[in-house]
């Protein structure tokens, strides 16, 4: 009797071995995303590159500047390098309130004004922010504020490229995060908010994301970045890519506009009459780099269109189709698997980071990267 018991325990840690095996990736894999956000405004003009930040579903923000693994409910946190945040180098804000300055998705209004979107964010800050420091700025088209980290859909058209990660890489980028030093040495060209995307991305994909020479001059852009996860999607299906458009609230701000490179940035606007004055060797050569590779695509042809109502596809009803007139909607095989979030159970955030409402179940799917791209 004592070896068929054994054989049969055998048999079934075998066949346990196997079920796991075989239908853990569906259910252990969590979502990142690199989030494209469009350049605005008096400085968008000078400064048409835009900005980078990295979602991630499983890791929440138990405070702006430390980061845990993300309860049943909860949608995860924007994090990225900012501005004039009392000289810390990076700030992790729950995905709501990073987009919309409220707590709960429901809460989000469909038109804003100044006055509307000025009193969303301080109520969120007096509520969740104090702690980073009671002389931080607002922040001005100047000088970075904490204004950047909240409402980010009233300035700007984001683009999410979403990509499959694993609880491991995850719970590693929140060890290496919180035991390492917060502090900013900021520089808008070397060590910028796409320097720290690409360093983020890097420990998802090691080695991938590098300066080059061209485009961009061995500086790093937004755009770049995106490109460059893009190029490593083709290369690894497996990365499964999927890209989504989160629309600019409309009412606040003029349409951000898209983001250019370098030498695109140089070479299509005002910036290409004085320069080719000053030095027309320098002005050629970026015509050449941007004719070469800096006219590069990174969006495809059909988006799929995340609404506040639709971040996460378990949690949510039917997207509200007032903000989504282009997109476009295969339905998914599995549930939650063409959302921005990763499948949760209702709940809410910690009060240190502020209250994630999940949004709700959406009934569309994304379009997954493939193929040639539109500008």
């Known amino acids: 009797m004592l070896p068929m018991r054994k054989t049969f325990t055998v048999v079934v840690n075998v066949l346990v071995f196997l079920t796991a095996t075989l239908a853990g ?3 252990v894999h969590a979502q990142a995303a690199l989030l494209l956000e469009e350049p605005y405004g008096f400085f968008g ?19 702006p500047v430390k980061l845990r693994p993300c309860g049943p409910g909860e949608l995860g946190s924007v994090i990225a390098r900012y501005q004039g945040i009392n000289g810390y180098d990076w700030i ?3 995905l709501v309130p990073y987009l919309y300055s409220v707590e709960n998705a429901a809460e989000v209004p469909s038109h804003v004004d100044r006055e509307q979107v000025t009193r969303l964010r301080e109520r969120y800050h007096e509520e969740h922010l104090e702690m980073l420091g009671p002389h931080v700025p607002p922040g001005n088209f100047v000088r970075g504020g904490w204004t950047q980290l909240l409402g980010v859909a009233y300035e ?3 683009y ?10 995850d719970a590693a980028l929140i060890d290496r995060m919180n035991a390492g030093p917060n502090r900013s040495h900021f520089n808008l060209l070397f060590n910028n908010c796409a320097d720290f995307a690409r360093g983020m991305l890097n420990t998802f994909f090691p080695g991938e994301f590098k300066r080059n020479m061209f485009p961009d001059a061995w500086m790093t852009t937004p755009k770049q970045t995106a490109y460059k996860l893009v190029k490593l999607a083709d290369r690894s299906p497996d990365t499964d890519l999927t890209v989504f458009d989160i629309r600019q609230v409309p009412g606040y701000r003029h349409l951000s506009h898209s983001n250019k490179s370098i030498a695109e940035s140089l070479t299509t606007t005002g910036y290409a009459v004085p320069l080719a004055l000053v030095n027309p060797y320098l002005a050629g050569g970026l015509f050449v780099d941007f004719v070469i590779r800096g006219r590069f695509h990174v969006i495809p042809k059909q988006l799929e269109v995340l609404q506040p109502d639709n971040l996460d596809a378990f949690n949510s009803s039917a997207p509200d189709s007032s903000l989504a007139d282009e997109a476009s909607s295969p339905s998914a095989e599995t549930p939650g698997a063409n959302s921005l979030t990763a499948p949760t159970a209702a709940t809410e955030n910690r009060p240190s980071a502020g209250a994630q409402a999940p949004g709700a179940a959406a009934a569309d799917s994304a379009i997954p990267w493939s193929g040639p791209a539109a500008n």
């Open 25 to 27: 990736p569906s259910r």
């Open 156 to 158: 700007r058209r984001i």
């Open 92 to 94: 992790a804000v729950p």
């Open 45 to 63: 003009v000078l400064n048409p590159t835009g900005h980078n930040a990295i979602y991630l579903a499983r890791v929440c923000a138990e405070t």
């Open 160 to 169: 999410a490229f979403r990509f499959d990660t694993t609880p491991e890489q």
